[in-house]
């Protein structure tokens, strides 16, 4: 009986045990069937294309915008420093800080006694070399007229002593004498009346004239000096610097005083050369004072011809119009300006162009929905789009979207859109 219970028990155990390996085998045969299925598909290339899915837009002509940003600062109409030209004390001060001023308003006096000492000692030497110029004429025409006068007496007594020496009347050491007296009177004549062939003017009363000039521009240099110490007003402005107090000493070359005149006021800017194409002399725009929560209209009046060496940037300038008091020099601003960079231009996305090697692509699909690989050449970049100058042509249809997944030969599936709706995800 026990035998038999034993034997019993082994051929369940056996059964158990072959209907385990059965299940095993099945399911390993299962799992490597769905494997193969599973292979197969992913190795399907109509399976694999018709499961991308792409935006596809339409390249039709349109203007190229872009967003330029400009950021500067506010300028006066002018601003003018007053600096001391020569040293000396300050003896008034006739400006505040915040004063309106006029052009020709005395501000600052210095010192003027030195200057009224020299001025008087320079008129005093003019004086006298003028005098000396008057002498000099006077003594050189009363010797011309003397020289002249001996001659004409000492030609006419050797006339005579000729006569009476051939008469036998004088010996010929007295008409040897008067002829000696003659010729010195006519040397120094001579001499008189080479100086005024030379030049109208006599050379001594030229040098005393000289003299006298030269005296003459000395009392205008210290004049001149003189009014330099006093200080006014060059143009209208506010007085919007002041260092200068009575009793102190300012040297020369000192600034004392700035005067700012805000009738009008710019804005300056640097522009970069891709952004320079799209603005003109001119052209009207807002200008954002972040500072007063406020944004003023403006007209581009200046675009400089060259750029700046060390910035590689062109200056502009806007005027400002309908300012208020509360615009003041100095103050940041904000400019933006939406323009149209390129009229006319074929347009695509930034991100509907790839960059490999140097070289620019897009995916164009064709009537199949069948995707090219296609190098294209690009022009100037707006803000979303990037203009394309060849390569493409109107109306060609491109994607723009899931580029990464593409290859050439590909058929995709189209989600066609406009430029009104279109995505900007890659």
């Known amino acids: 009986m026990d035998m038999q219970k034993l034997s019993s028990i082994n051929k369940r155990k056996k059964i158990i045990i072959m209907t385990l390996v059965v299940f ?22 109509v399976n ?11 390249v039709p002509r349109t203007g190229l915008m872009k967003r330029i940003s400009l950021t500067g600062q506010t300028v006066p109409e002018a601003q ?32 003027t006694g030195d200057a009224d000492i020299s001025i008087m000692q320079n008129q005093a030497a003019y004086h006298q070399a003028a005098a000396d110029a008057v002498t000099s004429d ?69 040098s005393a004239q000289a003299t006298a000039s030269k005296a003459q521009y000395n009392v205008e240099a210290i004049q001149k000096q003189r009014e330099d110490l006093v200080l006014r007003a060059p143009r ?37 050369e891709q952004d320079l194409v799209a603005l003109i002399v001119g052209m009207d725009v807002n200008v954002q004072i972040e500072s007063l929560g406020k944004t003023f209209p403006g007209k581009i009046v200046y675009m400089s011809p060259a750029n700046d060496s060390s910035t590689q940037a062109f200056s502009l300038r806007i005027a400002l119009t309908n300012i208020d008091p509360s615009v003041k020099t ?13 009229p006319n231009a074929l347009v695509v996305p930034k991100n509907a ?25 690009v022009g100037a970049r707006g803000d979303d789009d990037i203009e394309i100058l060849g390569g493409l042509t109107d109306n060609e249809q491109i994607v723009i979207s899931n580029l990464s997944r593409l290859k050439s030969g590909m058929t995709i599936n189209p989600n066609f859109v406009t430029q ?4 900007d995800n890659q």
């Not at 915040?98 to 020709?104: C, D, P």
């Not at 610097?241 to 020369?252: K, P």
């Not at 070359?253 to 804005?267: A, E, R, T, W």
């Open 24 to 45: 095993l085998c099945a399911a390993i045969i299962v799992g490597i069937q769905l494997k193969r299925n599973s292979s197969t598909n992913n190795s399907n290339p």
């Open 48 to 58: 694999n294309k018709l499961q991308t899915t792409v935006d596809v837009l339409t």
């Open 80 to 111: 003018v420093d007053i600096a001391a030209k020569y040293a000396g004390k300050i003896i008034a001060v006739n400006t505040k800080l915040g004063q309106w001023v006029s052009a020709g308003d005395i501000l600052i006096v210095q010192d």
């Open 138 to 206: 006077v003594a050189f025409h009363a010797s011309y007229d003397k020289a002249k006068a001996d001659y004409q007496k000492a030609l006419t007594s050797y006339e005579r002593y000729k006569i009476l020496y051939e008469q036998a009347a004088i010996s010929r050491e007295s008409l040897d004498t008067s002829e000696q007296t003659m010729l010195g009177a006519k040397s120094v004549l001579d001499s008189l009346v080479n100086q005024m062939n030379a030049n109208s003017v006599p050379s001594v009363i030229v």
């Open 236 to 272: 209208s402005g506010m007085i919007g610097y002041r260092l200068a107090e009575v009793g102190a000493f300012a040297t020369a070359g000192q600034k004392l005083l700035s005067i700012v005149d805000n009738s009008n006021i710019y804005v300056d800017c640097q522009v970069s």
């Open 330 to 342: 100095g103050m940041f601003t904000k400019t933006v300006i939406n323009t149209i960079v390129r």
């Open 353 to 377: 162009v790839l960059d490999k090697n140097g070289q620019n692509y897009i995916f164009v699909v064709n009537s199949e929905n069948i995707v090219e690989q296609r190098i294209v050449q």
């Open 420 to 423: 009104a709706n279109r995505g």
